[in-house]
């Protein structure tokens, strides 16, 4: 007897599917990277870039320059529903960014001295009236300078 035609395809369409030749794509691009710098241009103690915009699964990872740094979310600056996260000093973390909103990043030891960044998830203006009051003084001016420049 003589093979249908196609059938040879569809023997092979399991063996496709199992290898993961279907599957559905994973979510393209490797993460953004953000430096934790002691100095940059203008100044010291940065995150560089200091803003992002990022479509909601976009991940991010944060780059160990110096072994005083590390990556945190700033709790009163945190998407309802999004999980907050901590890296240890001097740890190079990856996090996933899936809730839309406005994050502040913050590094634990010099959040005082205003080593902080934002990220915005998803569509939003980020405009001074979503950063809450009640923050460091040099808190509040960094995030000035960030909103500055973004116009």
Known sequence: MKPLPGRRALVALPLL???GGLAPPARAGAPREV??????????MVYEPDFLRLAPGERVKFLAT??????????????????????RIN???EVRFDVPGLYGIQCIPHYAMGMVMLIQ?????VTPARIPDGLPPRVRERFR?????LG
């Open 17 to 19: 599917v199992l290898s």
């Open 145 to 149: 300078e960030i909103l500055a420049r």
């Open 66 to 87: 110096h072994v005083t740094h590390n990556a945190a979310t700033i709790p009163a600056m945190l998407p309802e529903g999004a999980t907050p996260f901590k890296g």
């Open 91 to 93: 740890e190079e973390i």
């Open 35 to 44: 430096k934790m710098l002691n100095r940059n241009a203008t100044g010291g």
């Open 121 to 125: 998830v998803g569509e939003g203006e």
